[in-house]
């Protein structure tokens, strides 16, 4: 199965909103990086994976689960993920 | 005179193979973290089946694991470069937030944020060890203090870093005994320990 990564960040949008109800998610690109992030901490990172992981059905190995820099590169994981699937 | 028990790695391909043994160890590691474990809102008996699955398999915050053995796993003590502890913690906390019920991962990770909160960071090199624990009928036989001195023996001349509740007096002169130092006069709930070389 394949996915756009328009989709992708569609689909991503509300969950950024959810993870960081105190940042500016709509401004959010592919080079947004954690650390440009109010709020994007451990925990809020652990909470977006999860629920990343239920909204695309798939499921992240140890290295991904922080294993990107940006919101690109997650968009890209992702649509990896889902094709592996 | 029973001989004194060996200190031996265990590896993760070994607990794959030995599901029965993983079992066994994740309950005696999660034992060592009983504040932490239950935070989670699932029964104890998928805690600890999270707990072997992350033993079995790479990139976790266990990525060493060491026990005192003679026959039966008597101690086990977990540890990790430093550099991977904070990825392969996330790592750790994803895969076990993956057992919580989408309804309850809210709250828990609320929960778990307040936990954080209470454990003394630690920015530094060297090595994190974790999950230090002897097997109930084992214990008063010296075998916490084996692990760790062996361990800390193994590691050599780096520094070495631990966490440990404040209120765990017999744990705390345990590790003053061994040269571990507190990093800092913070009030936190879990205070950070650190060997120098």
Redesign the interface.
């Known amino acids: 199965m394949t996915i756009e990564p328009t989709e992708i960040a569609l689909r991503l949008k509300p969950l950024f909103r959810e993870a960081f109800p105190d940042a500016d998610t709509d401004s959010f690109g592919p080079g947004t990086a954690a650390d440009d992030v109010v709020g994007w901490d451990s925990m809020a990172h652990v909470g977006l994976m999860a629920a990343i992981e239920d909204e695309f059905q798939v499921q992240f190995d140890p290295d991904e689960v922080t294993g990107f820099a940006n919101v690109g590169e997650l968009v890209a994981l992702i649509a990896r993920k889902v094709d592996d699937a | 005179m029973p001989e004194a028990p060996a200190f031996e790695p265990v590896t993760a391909a070994a607990l794959r193979a030995d599901p029965a043994r993983a079992l066994s160890l994740a309950e005696l590691a999660c034992s060592a973290q009983p504040v932490f474990y239950e935070l989670f809102p699932l029964p104890w008996p998928e805690i600890v089946d999270g707990v072997a699955m992350q033993l079995a ?4 915050d266990m990525e060493h694991v060491f026990v005192l053995r003679d026959g039966q796993d008597a101690a086990v003590i977990a540890g990790v470069a430093m550099p991977l502890l ?10 076990l ?2 057992l919580v019920p ?1 309804p309850q ?2 709250t828990f ?1 609320t929960r ?2 307040a936990y ?1 909160a209470s454990v003394e960071p630690i920015h530094d090199t060297g090595h994190y060890i974790s999950r230090v624990a002897v097997a109930p009928e084992r214990r008063g036989k010296g075998l916490g203090r084996g692990v760790v001195g062996e361990y800390g023996r193994r590691l050599g001349p780096q520094k070495v870093h631990l966490h440990v509740h404040r209120d765990n007096a017999p744990a705390v002169a345990l590790y003053l005994s061994l040269g571990y130092v507190p990093r800092s006069n913070g009030d936190y709930v879990f205070a950070a320990y650190t060997r120098e070389p």
């Open positions: 398999e790479p990139g976790f904070p990825a392969s913690q996330m790592a750790a906390m994803a895969a937030l993956r989408g991962k809210k990770l778990m944020r954080a």
